[in-house]
């Protein structure tokens, strides 16, 4: 379990969220956009890169394998929808087959338990403002 106010205490923490693991976009430009520039965030003073999706833990544990992640990224369940009724960044997907309640496509920072950077995707099928290059000028 994540405790938002102990662990982000004095840190500067990034926060990207995907509607689902393995899914096209999110396996194919998200993720692995933060996974190569680990390195950059790190330079910039990210204590800790998050990622988050509605998939339960065990989806994310098995997508952090294929993708690579070891210890690089947090991979974090929203498999109950806590963190997407508490910001209203939320989409309903369920013409797609991937139901309502699902969090959109969207990238945070927060310094010291605050938010200095929110900005959620217009289209979630698209990565630009959520995406590590635009965190990272951000920074």
Known sequence: TLDTVTDFANKKVVIF???GAFTPTCS???????LAKVGELKA???DLIIG???NDF???DAWGKQQGVTDKILLVSDANGELGRATGLTLDLTSKGLGPGRLTRFAAVVVD???TYLE???????????G????LAAL
Not at 28 to 34: C, I, N, R, T, V
Not at 120 to 130: A, D, F, I, K
């Open 52 to 54: 988050t999706s509605s």
């Open 120 to 130: 959620q995707e217009p289209n979630p099928g698209e990565v630009s403002v959520s």
């Open 58 to 60: 065990f989806v994310l």
């Open 17 to 19: 969220a995907v509607p």
């Open 113 to 115: 338990g605050k938010v």
């Open 44 to 46: 910039k003073g990210v």
């Open 28 to 34: 194919a430009q998200h993720l692995p956009g933060y």
């Open 132 to 135: 590590v290059d635009a965190v």
